[in-house]
């Protein structure tokens, strides 16, 4: 996450334009999507990039796992 009073540097663009958000995320798994809601991001405001940390990807992956297990039959 970033530091108290300055961005962090967005890899993608070089800015230092990352803020923190919370998003909703749109992922697959296979042909079928999946919303998962809630997810803390950090977001550069000048190209949209997005970078997750580890619990917010364990939401994601948690979410797929999930969704999985419901089309399962």
């Known amino acids: 996450m970033t530091h108290k009073g300055s961005a962090a ?8 334009t ?12 296979g042909s079928r999507k999946i919303t ?17 940390d580890l619990s917010a ?4 992956a948690a979410a797929r796992s999930s969704a999985r297990r419901r089309h399962v039959t």
């Open 9 to 16: 540097k967005c890899p993608t663009c070089g800015r230092r």
């Open 36 to 52: 998962v809601p809630d997810v803390p991001v950090e977001e550069c405001s000048a190209c949209g990039e997005r970078t997750y």
């Open 57 to 60: 990807l364990r939401k994601i």
């Open 18 to 29: 990352l803020r923190p958000a919370v998003r909703t995320v749109l992922t697959r798994r």
